[in-house]
């Protein structure tokens, strides 16, 4: 499964200049048509052999000594990769151990590790490699190596102590410390191996850097050293010859080209696979339209129910190209007015049809069948633009961690007024006092300084509080609350529900309430949903169901929700912290 | 969570004077770094500035004058001294004072590096944000496939090229010097070509993270329309570590500024510096460096203001 | 033949031109302008900064400028090159390398060591004051030492000490302690000074140049120097009204400058680069055969090559010359004595040590077998060089040596070169003369003590000395050639290998520009039309 994700095709193509690379690094003496070295004045410039004037047993011509370009260019390629590999190497070894322990240890070990990074980094590089090489009588490989890797340990060092300094506060690590675990042991043996999927992928990625890095020293007058040839040294004598000879400079360009851009292909396919937290590729799959029949959007009679599913299936494709069924033929109602609850374990779908109802799908995620329908206005299949004239105002929801939920860069106040702007027509002060209201409304103390305040600067209560705010900021017909508790505390959990019954008892909302917590459900809803793997296995009002489920499952919920408040500790564990 | 109102105002002077220290620090980091590894490698200033084949006795004169004769610590004591009080030396070979020749050359470089920088970030913005509005889509595989193209290309060699086809074969623009706007040209073009591939690619990932986030799920919730979404809710989260990204730009591109000026002859610091190396005329070498780092620390200076500008966290000094 | 109202339409057709060449205003308000002017100006060829009659002159060169105005104490030749325009001497080269009057009128030879000069009149500096017989004391007796200077000026080692006296404001006799022959040479690149200048220091002839040359200084930039017209120049004023010079060390660069019209003419044109010049119906080259000779030079006080002739002649032998000649290309000659084209007394020497690597390993043999050596060879000045060495590389290691060659930008080759410890062995360097004398080639390198080469042969200071104080053509003519006999067959403190191509770019509205195989040009009679 894995290697499909990487065979895409750009990753190929990586592969396979790589693989040429490689072959060139290791085979130059065998595959390069003359030595790289030979000088024969009287055959200089000769063009490549498609032009006027060529040799034949020069293919892409030959340069100012008469010196075959093609086999320079084999020859270059060891040169230039293997300095770039050795410098990559060094640089990777030596900057995450200096990341590792600065992360690891912070205190003043990071502080002079970073410091000194920093300093590094306003460092004009450029200027360093030259006062050190141009001074330099010898410019073996090793010195470019040496000042190459100079340059580029602080990009790792910095990447390493990022991620180690989040790594550190993991379960596994404090569990290691916990246990008597030597530091250097933790550093090596736990936090090390799992960081090193960033650290390979941030070494290719720096391979290329450094590989262009080289080519501009050469370019300079920097480079390594004649008789020895490195690409960037094939380019640099290509430029003084560039009126006689264009094909001096083009061809190592390329060269260098090719081979940086299948590293970088290549890094972001390893990336991709090996540590998706990177997100460098961040190749999306492209969302399929949903393939749902358009059924006909008839306005029927007041008498029906304020929302109609119907059949409801949703798929979500997988990378092998099959798809997986999240929610398979579902169908319920709500009427105005009345609460709905829609119960089950993580995977059983709940979240996913709340999310599709709002429209609110993953963009991978698609409608196969089904009708949902809202006051009788058919759902699927509707645009964008058409949804979010019924979103907000014909239907809300409010979601399980506020936290996250509400954007951190704008006043709790401002993201109320929004939602009313969007829908209302009213002046800006009537939506600010608007907004006002509905803080009191949801009984937040201060209202004013709750509508000033960022998210991060109220409580998770608060936030939660505030979120109900906006959803029921235009009076929605509908709310859908999906695990609205969760993220709570035990008490908070409670008022807040309690706040939530009373509101929407005044306002005549109708709710779906979706948890995985009976209790809830059985104390705050009329009717109730049992679903697992994507299922409906039972429905009903909420007091019969409780007293008497018959499918198995829900014997088994029920019975786990009553051992945990019994105190009995039984096997099973059937309350799990669902993600939806 | 905790509530905070009195952190409020506290928290941004603190956080900036803590930067100012750190930036203090770099500095003085640098200018250690850069007198001693300019002198500890071999080259004699002195030698330079007389006739070849001078006596050893001319040398040495010449050595008393420039204070090259000095033990080593006590030269470094004087450049620090100066330093403090803003003078950064006098040039070995022009006898003028370091400062005056820098400055005299830094608006070039300066000129050119913001010229690109804005380009830059004026192109990859817009192309950036078109990759996230559709990922997967025509737009983002066509901006992906130039990012990798961009980032993977040398320099040096666009710009090269672009002289070779636009100034000697076409004679539409300038080859070298910084006379006319129109020198600006192909320069900017050079060294933005890698700025804006690495550019792309941060913004289009910084929104597609944003994108991503809960917050926008509850603004689709709300009914906010797509393109207020991605303009107003995602942008502002996206733009922080956007901004971090151009502060770090910022000393690839200086590092950048130097080979353009060599292609170019932009009369700017990095051909300064470059002479100045063949010369081993250190002063000037120094003042260069000192001034790039200051420009390096003073840009992340910034950087830090709009990041904490742009994310309230920061601003209002929460302890994360 | 013009008359006012047409001089004044072409002047402003000129300045309109001007306009558009610097993208002042674009092609079609230049159209409009012309239009009104009644003028058929003729459209501006291709580019955008085609060209277009003015007065002044860019002028690109590959040396930077050294670090004062001070005349006498540098060997740049960027230095000569641009004091040539500043100042006046007394006799002035022409481009065939022959002398011609300058301040000096006329002079004559009164006895062995005294020659008379009679002085123009008129002559002013540019700082105003009148030119007489006792600059040029001051001048000849501070360049030469009679005068002592601390430290000793390098233009000193050109001469022997030399007295002024002046017998009339226009007319001054020169003594020297014992017979200079090349006197007559050495005055064409000693500049004249004012004796008030002088007088008034070392520092203040540093700060800044005043002489009877056709241009001031009136710009001066660590790489930008910029020329005026003196209007009292002794010659009539010079046609450009000002002349920039711009240090630019890159060969591509000066050339694609040249090609996109952002300078006029352009100094050191790589050979190869001509493909691009004649590409370019707009931009023109001249090339000629240098007085500079290109060589391998040995550490003649150290070992291996020291005491050991036979490896030398191995290493004469063993190089390709003639394909090294070939690379570089142009007007490359290989070199036949240590006497370049064009100085006086020179002569083709035999054998002339042809590319033959089977005499080389015999000569190797003879003198010990292989041997290992660093050769210095500085970049990015003589075109070229770094290819040279690498050949010369290839053809010494096949024929048994072992040479290590390190290329070294040119401060730490001067280094290497005259750095105490003497490391290396060999290095490739160069030598111009600017003038015919053949002192000049041989006193620096050879004489010792203090020779370039670390040489001290007895026989070649003699014979230097000898042709030094002779003022005899046909001695001298006998001295030299002995001497170039001696240092080819019996010495070979160096290895000659090129007489350098010296060519520049310049653009076709550029006349009156001539190369002068010195490398040191006259400005004053370029225009640009």
Known sequence: ?580 | ?320 | MTTSRGQWMNEAVAFAALKLRRGEISRRHFMQLTASLGAAAALPATGAFAQSASDNLKFLVGESFWANWHPYNHTAQIGYKIQRNIFSRLVEVKPDMSLEPGLAESWTQIDPLTWEFKLRRGVTFHNGAPFTAADVKASIELASGFVPSDPVLAMTSNWLPTEGIVVDDATVQLKTASPLGPIINTLAFTDIMSAADIAAGQAALEARPNGTGAFMLTGDEPNVKTLERFENHWRGPAKLKTLSWEFIQDAQTRLSALLAGQADVIDRVVPDQRALIDGNAEVRLISITAPEIQSVWFRMDKEPFGSNLDLRKAVAWGMDRESMAAIVGGNTLVADSHLATGIEYRAAQSPLYGFDPDRAKAALAAGGGGVAFELGAPTGFYPKAEEICQLMQQNLNEVGFDMKLTLLELGAWIDMLFGESKPGEAFYGGWGNITRDPDFAVATLLHSPGAWTGASDAKSDQLIDAGKASSDPAERSRIYGELQAHLWNDLLPSVPILFSDLSSGYRANVTGYELYPTAVQDFWPVEIT
């Open chain 1, 1 to 580: 499964m894995i290697m499909r994700r990487l065979l895409r095709p750009g990753v190929v193509v990586g592969l396979v200049l790589i693989a040429l690379l490689l072959a060139c690094t290791l085979f130059a003496d065998w595959i390069a048509p003359h030595s790289p070295t030979r000088m024969a004045p009287a055959l200089k410039y000769l063009p490549p052999i498609w032009l006027e004037g060529s040799d034949p047993r020069y293919l892409l011509g030959t340069d100012q000594l008469g010196r075959d370009v093609l086999s320079r260019l084999i020859h270059g390629a060891r040169t230039s990769l293997f300095i770039a590999v050795s410098a990559v190497m060094i640089a990777t070894a030596f900057g995450v151990t200096v990341g590792l322990l600065a992360g690891y240890f912070r205190g003043w070990v990071d502080v002079v590790i970073m410091r000194i990074a920093d300093i590094q980094l306003a460092f004009p590089f450029i200027l360093l490699a030259l006062a050190i090489l141009s001074v330099t009588e010898v410019k073996s490989a090793l010195t470019i190596i040496i000042v190459l890797a100079f340059a580029d340990w602080v990009i790792h060092a910095r990447i390493v102590r990022g991620r180690v300094l989040v790594e550190r506060e993991k379960e596994y690590v404090r569990g290691a410390r916990a246990l008597g675990a030597s530091n250097l042991r933790i550093m090596f043996l736990y936090v090390l191996p799992a960081i090193l999927p960033t650290v390979i992928v941030i070494a290719m990625i720096e391979l290329a850097v450094l590989m262009l890095v080289e080519s501009i020293l050469s370019f300079i007058g920097l480079g390594i050293d004649p008789p020895a040839i490195s690409w960037g040294t094939a380019l640099a004598d290509g430029r003084r010859s560039l009126g006689n000879a264009w094909w001096m400079m083009v061809f190592p360009g390329v060269a260098i080209f090719l081979a940086v851009l299948a590293i970088n292909l290549v890094a972001d396919g390893l990336a991709d696979v090996l540590d998706p937290r990177l997100k460098l590729s961040g190749i999306y799959r492209r969302a399929d339209r949903s393939k749902a029949l358009a059924s006909p959007r008839t306005m029927e009679q007041k008498e029906s129910p304020l929302l109609v599913v119907n059949n409801l299936s949703v798929m979500f494709p997988l990378d092998d190209g099959g798809s997986v069924s999240a929610v398979k033929a579902v169908s319920f109602a709500v009427k105005a007015g009345e609460r709905l609850g829609i119960v089950g374990e993580s995977g059983s779908g709940k979240s996913v049809t709340a999310m599709t109802v709002m429209g609110l799908l993953d963009s991978a995620g698609y409608i196969s069948s089904g009708s949902i329908r809202l006051k009788g206005r058919e759902l699927v299949g509707s645009s964008e633009r058409e949804l979010n004239r019924v979103r907000g105002r014909g239907m809300a929801m409010i979601f399980q961690d506020a936290s996250t939920a509400l954007n951190p860069v704008f006043r709790v106040g401002w993201q109320i007024e929004e939602a009313i702007l969007l829908h209302q027509k009213v002046s800006r002060s009537q939506a600010r006092k608007n907004a006002l209201d509905l803080l009191r409304m949801v009984n937040i103390a201060e209202p004013e300084r709750v509508a000033q305040s960022y998210p991060f600067e109220i409580s998770g209560g608060m936030q939660q509080r505030a979120m109900i705010a906006i959803a029921l900021s235009c009076g929605p017909d509908l709310l859908i609350a999906d695990e609205p508790t969760t993220a709570v505390d035990v008490t908070t959990q409670a008022q807040i529900l309690r706040e939530l019954d009373a509101l929407i008892a005044r306002l005549g909302t109708g709710v779906i309430l979706i948890s995985h917590d009976l209790g809830v459900i059985a104390e705050f809803t009329d009717r109730v949903l049992v679903m697992k793997d994507g299922e409906v296995v039972e429905s009903g009002p909420t007091a019969e169901i409780v007293a008497a489920p018959r499918h198995p499952y829900t014997q088994q919920l029920l019975a786990a929700v009553r051992s945990l408040e019994g105190g009995e500790p039984t096997g099973e564990k059937a309350v799990v912290h669902a993600a939806g």
């Open chain 2, 1 to 320: 969570m905790r509530a905070t109102g009195s952190g409020r105002s506290g928290g941004v002077a603190r956080f900036l004077l803590r930067r100012f220290a750190q930036a203090l620090f770099v500095i003085f980091g640098v200018a250690c770094v850069t007198f001693f590894v300019l002198r500890l490698v071999p080259g004699d200033p002195a030698r330079l500035m007389v006739p070849p084949g001078s006596s050893e006795a001319v040398v040495e004169a010449i050595r008393v004058k420039l204070g090259t004769n000095l033990p080593l610590l006590e030269q470094f004591w004087a450049y620090l001294v100066g330093l403090v009080q803003g003078d950064l030396g006098t040039s070995f070979r022009y006898e003028r004072p370091v400062l005056d020749l820098v400055l005299s050359v830094f608006p070039a470089t300066l000129a050119l590096g913001g010229v690109a920088m804005l380009f830059s970030l004026l192109v990859a913005v817009p192309l950036g944000i078109a990759a996230a509005a559709k990922p997967g889509g025509v737009t983002d595989r066509i901006v992906l496939v130039l990012a990798i193209v961009g980032q993977s290309l040398p320099n040096f060699w666009i710009g090269v090229m672009l002289v070779l086809f636009f100034s000697i074969r076409l004679g539409w623009l300038p080859a070298i010097g910084n006379e006319t706007a129109v020198s600006y040209i192909l320069p900017v073009l050079t060294l933005s070509a890698v700025l804006i591939a690495t550019l792309i690619r941060t913004v289009r990932q910084s929104m597609l993270e944003a994108l991503s986030e809960d917050y926008v799920r509850t603004a689709r919730a709300k009914g906010v329309p797509w393109s207020r979404i991605f303009f107003v809710h995602a942008l502002k989260n996206a733009a922080i570590p956007l901004v971090t990204v151009v502060g770090l730009q910022i000393g690839f591109v200086l590092g950048g500024a130097f080979v353009v000026e060599l292609i170019f002859n932009w009369p700017g610091v990095g051909l300064l510096a470059l002479q100045a190396i063949s010369t081993r005329d250190f002063p000037v070498v120094q003042g260069v460096v000192m001034l790039v780092a200051i420009l390096f620390v003073v840009a992340n200076l910034l950087v830090d203001i709009a990041y904490a500008y742009l994310n309230p966290r920061v601003r209002l000094g929460a302890e994360q």
